[in-house]
């Protein structure tokens, strides 16, 4: 009896003090996967507490953005029979979800400690390289597995594209041009069949414009340089123009001046003509230093001579390497201004006598040309400018006999092929005296001097001039006078 008693004293005891009994705490779901679909909303996949008498689930979201004030609940009403969430308020295309989970018995404030988080994969924009015609992706990696436990499939427009183990980078080098490309990034679990995906990210790779034209339109060669000027398109996607050199029509070429990209439809590069006679191109680059188009080769058109006495023969090369071209010759007579000696022929060899025959006149002096190359496509290549000198034929007899009888009685310089200015024709006697002199090229000296006939025996004579052109001209010689 007592010690029942002591039990029942003990009972009212403790009943004098307030006492709830708390439930055993319980254990979390284990979230499997996550989802993000087109949209950036997340399903949320989990395997089911293993504590018996589960009522529900809480589920936490975490942003990871900068207002972020960490995992807070996001809904309290999953029933404990469910196995998936649609959080349709995520923004996963954005930026990186995390998500964990708790169970409850009965009420939601009887619930356990939240389990590991698990984070979505996110894609971010793929950067594209034109130099190398390459996509680069990255991604963050998916957490929650646990470990290294995620490998990494790439889908590029729902195809498979790589499997790339456990790298978050890739490279597609698998792309063209003006086409559009949606990615995504499956992660496999190593060990069971969880998967999850990440955000679709979609690229248009950039066409750049290539150009429309690209024509050299004129060559120029003035003997000390040589001046090219290009037709071009200013809307093409490049950094500018190149002019190259090669010794050969196929050879490689190489790099002489670079011309930037402007607003003009025209350009011009003017090269040192110390070796005109390679071939040049003119090239497009693109902001990658890369040709993408060029020009035929042309070459400097040249002009050159073999001359034979009075007989010249003018020559030089074709000037547009693709197709055919015709030919305007240029004159210009002892600097009296060019004009078109002949016009549209396709020989590039020509013939001419310098004696008045051909042009001009006995007398004239300088003979100045030019060659203008034209090519079906109407581009034009000007030669640069020989010009040929006639040199003076100066004929003075050795003797004469100033008879009178009509034949052979006077000495005047016979000058040819040249017009004369600064005339002077002077006679000596064989002591150095004066005994003729004149300026006037049609005088003649017939033999006298001071109004008498001179003696017979040797004169000594001096001849200068100068051509219209300013060539000089000096010689001296000895005259005989004969009386038979």
Not at 139 to 158: H, I, L, Q, R
Not at 174 to 183: A, D, I, L, N, Q
Not at 286 to 310: F, G, H, M, W
Not at 311 to 334: A, K, R
């Amino acid at each position: 009896m007592e010690l029942r008693k002591g039990f029942y004293i003990l009972l009212l005891f403790l009943g004098s003090f307030p006492f709830t009994l708390k439930a055993q705490q319980p254990e979390p779901p284990t979230i499997t996967q996550l989802i993000v679909d087109e949209q950036g909303r997340v399903a949320i996949y989990w395997n089911e507490s293993p504590t018996p008498g589960v009522t529900g689930y809480i589920l936490y979201r975490d942003p990871f953005n900068e207002n972020d004030p960490g995992f807070i609940p996001l809904t309290y009403d999953i029933p404990a029979s469910a196995y998936f969430y649609i959080d349709n308020t995520a923004q996963a295309n954005v930026e990186v979800y995390s998500y964990r989970m708790a169970a409850y018995i009965g009420d939601y404030e009887n619930d356990g400690e939240p389990g590991e988080p698990h984070s979505t994969i996110f894609l971010n924009a793929p950067t594209y390289d034109t130099c190398s015609n390459q996509v680069q992706l990255n991604w963050s990696p998916y957490m929650g597995w646990g470990g290294d436990k995620a490998v990494y499939e790439v889908f590029k427009n729902d195809g498979e594209l790589a499997y790339d183990d456990t790298d978050t980078s890739f490279y597609d080098n698998k792309v063209t041009p003006g086409e559009t490309y949606t990615y995504y990034i499956k992660a496999d679990h190593r060990d069971n069949s969880f998967f999850s995906y990440s955000n679709r990210v979609t690229l248009t790779i950039p066409e750049l414009k290539t150009p429309n034209t690209l024509l050299i339109k004129a060559v120029e060669n003035t003997g000390t340089e040589v001046k090219f000027t290009v037709a071009v398109d200013p809307e093409a996607d490049l950094s500018g123009h190149q002019l190259g050199y090669s010794t050969t029509v196929q050879g490689v070429y190489e790099a002489l001046l670079f011309n930037p990209k402007n607003s003009e439809n025209t350009l011009s590069f003017t090269q040192s003509a110390t070796n005109p006679s390679g071939f040049y191109k003119v090239s497009a680059i693109n902001s990658c230093n890369k040709p993408v188009d060029s020009t035929e080769a042309v070459r400097p058109l040249i002009l050159d001579y073999s001359q034979q006495d009075l007989d010249v023969v003018l020559h030089w090369n074709t000037s547009f390497i693709e197709g055919s071209e015709t030919y305007d010759l240029f004159l210009s007579i002892d600097n009296s201004g060019y004009f078109k000696q002949e016009s549209a022929f396709n020989d590039a060899t020509i013939n001419y006598t310098l004696d008045g025959s051909s042009f001009g006149d006995a007398n004239s002096e300088q003979f100045c040309f030019y060659v203008v190359a034209h090519s079906a496509q109407g581009q034009q290549s000007t030669s640069n400018n020989i010009c040929i000198t006639r040199q003076p034929k100066v004929y003075v007899p050795t003797a004469f006999t100033p008879n009178g009888d009509g034949i052979n009685d006077f000495i005047k310089p016979e000058i040819l092929n040249v017009s004369v200015v600064n005339y002077l024709f002077v006679v000596y006697d064989r002591y150095g005296g004066k005994v003729f002199e004149t300026k006037n090229t049609e005088d003649k000296w017939w033999g006298r001097a001071n109004n008498k006939n001179v003696s017979e025996g040797a004169y000594l004579y001096y001849l200068e001039f100068k051509t219209s052109q300013g060539v000089e001209h000096k010689q001296s010689g000895a005259i005989n006078v004969v009386y038979p």
